[in-house]
């Protein structure tokens, strides 16, 4: 889609959390040392299942695809942020925080899929584990990869590239911490209301049906679970199953709150909560919880 002609605006200015200068410094402080910690915990999962060989089974593979997510995401958000809070220069060009807005939905998209794809695979291993190879092969492994992918790739063309063909003519302040897709779209001088049911149409299924069947799979674990004798095996189901329950509770229900209000549901600095919740702080965790709560990485 190209950008109508009207369009005045060529770049935007991010508020952030302007609203309280005296926390600027320690907001700067505490941002930099989350930034920080994401990417070492989320690199030592990757480096770590990729050198050895023990980890090179599905579930693992699925960690890893998600380390990569979270690297990615976090470095899309966190930089820009803390140039707002550090220096004086709060823009950022059209261009730039339309690249921001496409990462922010490939990468947001692809998790949703991934933990989707994630539930799936401890589906089939505790409910089913004597078909387990069969249900979970290395080709039904690479197929739900590469979807998830290429899902979250065509999220971010699709609602990137329609929200640019508004025209924006002013003003150019953006109440929020990046450039996410409704807080830019306020801003738009154009009618959005088709967008906008495209875009809640979007998000209930691709944050909500997959939510829904998420839990329905944890559902049937439970039952299977106690099912189990209460030995070690039922100990190590919870724990494998623990961890990803709270990576999803956590993003799925931020990331709910955030795509799914209507427009005037949350004030600016409840969205701006909302946003750091599942793009900061999941990143953050995912690896602390993992790490923590499976044997097999605790070992290594």
Not at 5 to 27: A, K
Request: hydrophobic letters at 50%; aromatic letters at 12%.
């Amino acid at each position: 889609m190209q950008r109508q002609n009207q369009s005045s605006v060529v770049d935007f200015i991010l508020l952030g959390f302007s609203n309280f200068p005296e926390l600027q410094g320690q907001l700067f402080g505490i941002f930099l040392v989350i930034y920080l910690v994401t990417l070492v915990g989320n690199a030592v999962i990757i480096l770590i299942i990729s050198l050895e060989q023990s980890l090179h089974v599905p579930m693992y593979l699925f960690l890893q695809n998600l380390s990569v997510v979270d690297v990615s995401i976090s470095a899309v958000i966190t930089p820009e942020m803390l140039v707002v809070l550090s220096t004086e220069k709060t823009s950022i060009s059209f261009v730039r925080c339309f690249a921001q807005m496409y990462f922010i939905l490939f990468f947001g998209g692809t998790e949703c899929f991934l933990l989707g794809a994630m539930a799936y695979d401890r589906f089939a291993a505790i409910c089913h584990p004597l078909s387990y190879p069969m249900l979970m092969n290395q080709r039904v492994f690479m197929k739900l990869v590469i979807c998830s992918w290429a899902l979250g790739f065509m999220l971010g063309t699709v609602q990137t590239s329609w929200v640019f063909s508004f025209p924006f003519c002013g003003p150019n302040e953006i109440n929020h911490i990046s450039c996410e897709t409704p807080a830019v779209l306020e801003l738009a001088c154009a009618d959005t209301f088709l967008f906008e049911v495209y875009a809640f149409t979007g998000t209930v299924l691709i944050i909500m049906v997959p939510f829904l069947l998420i839990l329905l799979s944890y559902l049937r674990i439970l039952l299977a679970i106690l099912k189990m004798p209460p030995t070690t095996g039922r100990q190590k189901a919870f724990s494998t199953c623990g961890s990803h329950l709270t990576s999803v509770t956590l993003f799925y229900g931020t990331a709910s709150m955030t795509y799914l209000q209507p427009k005037s549901g949350y004030s600016p600095d409840t969205k701006k909560l909302l946003s750091l919740a599942y793009s900061l702080l999941t990143p953050l965790l995912n690896p602390l919880i993992y790490s923590l709560r499976n044997s097999e990485l605790k070992e290594l």
